[in-house]
């Protein structure tokens, strides 16, 4: 097909052919109705907004350039969107000049092995930012929020969209991209993966396509389209090259990936490997640079999958944790096969398996990833665990003989976020990494025992699915404090509401108590994901924002009298801590130790606080924790009023006692 064609057409055409080939592949993946939603992406952001959700505002930013919507794009939009039969498909209205979106293209795991029907899918939008006012830009974030809504609720489809400035992609920042990157973390090292995974779906191609391998910088800014291709130049972006990193931006990226990797563990071990790979030594290739030499020397062009590549390449280059990878690999590979839809890629999986020294019960097993046992998944968190720590270690010592490698907000993200994460005070519920699935736990036994050291502690014993014996009563975490034991249930994710409990050894708390205590503190203090919080809060101090309290904690007897209070309070990074005061004042100490000293007054308002109601309603226990939200519900309004007139009247009271207040 290609022989006869010279230079950069043929380099050009290849990787178009390549594209498609891997965006048939994404679409076999998909059930047949979601193959549509996503064949209808382009055509949702060709053509004014209105036409499909009338309820935002008409659209002033969409137009993809030197994108032409077929017959049977126009009949597909129409199925879901009625209007659509009512435009009339005049060139001048619907294809005309006005082309604002330069570009959409799939990003990630899409057409890949580690693509599942459990996957969400990544869409950048490329736009060049500079044209356009603040005011457009809102219209199209708002449409993104309502194509993704509609999604949703379609067919459960989790999409995301990300405005993609194409100077910041020229000049490799990514620090506002989507407000979810450390843009300064990454630099060219995400372009490298812009390149290497990306599936260009309409608009413009990237310039990259077509310059021949091992341009240096000066040589691939001077190339320009040349014969047969001159027709295309307009369709062409030069959204910059991929040539070199420098190695100072390694350890920013590495530890960017550890903090994704508390979230998607099997995906950022690898990613973190392949960035060892580059770490190793200098002019080591990229592997968008890799994956295109493969397509340019390849005859007939074949399908270049870049999962694969980045598996063979860590393998390879790290062998000494060559199982790590391929046990990562193929856990997030075979993860939601559908063996109807899907055989082919469960038996290339297999043999793959088999290539790498593998023997077959070993690669079934880890198909079989969710009925492991809990001593499997812990030994494999271990791993994965002392894995991160080992690499942020191997190159800390490196990068902090470098300067401004990282940008001070990333290095505030970075920071605040491990530390959250790892750091172990005083009356903190600990986040602990895991690959426990929640709903894999089916019983949780809670036990009053004594420890090694004969002190009284609660002890949280699961029982996960499955009919082996080696499932069941699985210790996952102790403390002297039974609610703590149930927050730590709950801050780490394992709690989900069809769970069945049993309280055994005591006569304090009943199995009634403990799960209503833990359905209200789900409800009001649900598991966060540090990194986000923090991501949208890096520049401020970490000021408490919620608080769950118990009233007379220690005994669950109904009664009018307050004697002591736990508190449970989080704070604006996910943090939990607890504290407990005792004593008739406890609620006055409270108040006047805690909310007016380490909580964000500014931000407090009556979902600041929640009390835990328990027994039935009317009864005393359950008086005495109204009254005790009403009092808290009067101190923020009396904070807030008195922050409004920059002045205290008087102080609030809380029991007549009065609580002194500094307005800052």
Known sequence: MFGKKKGYQRIFEKLQAENLLRRDYHYSLLTPSRREIVELIPLLFHLDGNIFFPGIETDSLFGISGHLPSESDMERGAKFFPALRNVAPEKKRLFGKKECIEFICLMGSAGTLGFSSESD????????????????????????????????????MEVHFFITDVQDLRDEDYG????????SALGKLLKDEFYRSMIHLAGKYPKYWSTPMDLDEVAYDKHSFKHSLAEKSQKMLD???????????????????ILKGFHSPFKSVLKIGLLEHYAAKSGVELLCNHIKRKIIESDPVARIDPYLEMIEVVRKSLPQDARLFEACFLIKSFEGIDMDHQKSKFNFLLQLGVEWGLGKPEILHFWDYRNWTFEERANLSTQIFNHFIRTYKNLREKAMAQTGILSERDLTIMGKTLRAYLSKEPHKIPQEFSLIEPKSIILVRFIKERDSTDRMIWALDADFMGSQANLKNKR?????????????????????????FTVAGNREFSILYVT????????????EDI???????????????????IPNWSETNDTDNLQSIMIFTMNSFGEVHFHCLDGPKCLELFVGNYVLKEFALKELDNRTFEVLRYGMQGAP????????????????????????????????????????????
């Open 121 to 156: 899918m990544d869409f950048w939008i490329g736009i060049e930012k500079r044209k356009f006012d603040s005011d457009q830009i809102e219209v199209l974030q708002n449409k993104i929020r309502f194509v993704e809504s509609w999604t949703q609720r379609i067919y459960s």
């Open 176 to 183: 506002e991209l989507g407000g979810e990157s450390c843009g």
């Open 239 to 257: 959204i910059g090259h991929a040539h070199e990193f420098e190695s100072n931006e390694i350890f920013g990226a590495v530890l960017w990936h």
């Open 476 to 500: 996952l975490f102790q403390h002297p404090n039974l609610l703590c034991v149930c927050a730590w249930l709950v801050v780490n994710g394992h709690y989900h509401p069809s769970q069945k």
């Open 516 to 527: 209503e205590f833990l359905k209200q503190f789900a409800t009001f203090l649900p598991s």
């Open 531 to 549: 990194m986000s919080q923090v991501l949208r809060q890096w520049n401020e101090k970490s000021l408490v924002k919620k608080c769950f309290v």
């Open 621 to 664: 226990g359950f008086r005495l924790a109204t009254s005790i939200k009403q009092k808290l519900d009067q101190v923020v309004e009396h904070v807030l009023s008195s922050m409004n007139r920059k002045k205290m009247t008087a102080n609030p009271k809380v029991d007549g006692q009065e609580i002194h207040i500094k307005i800052t």
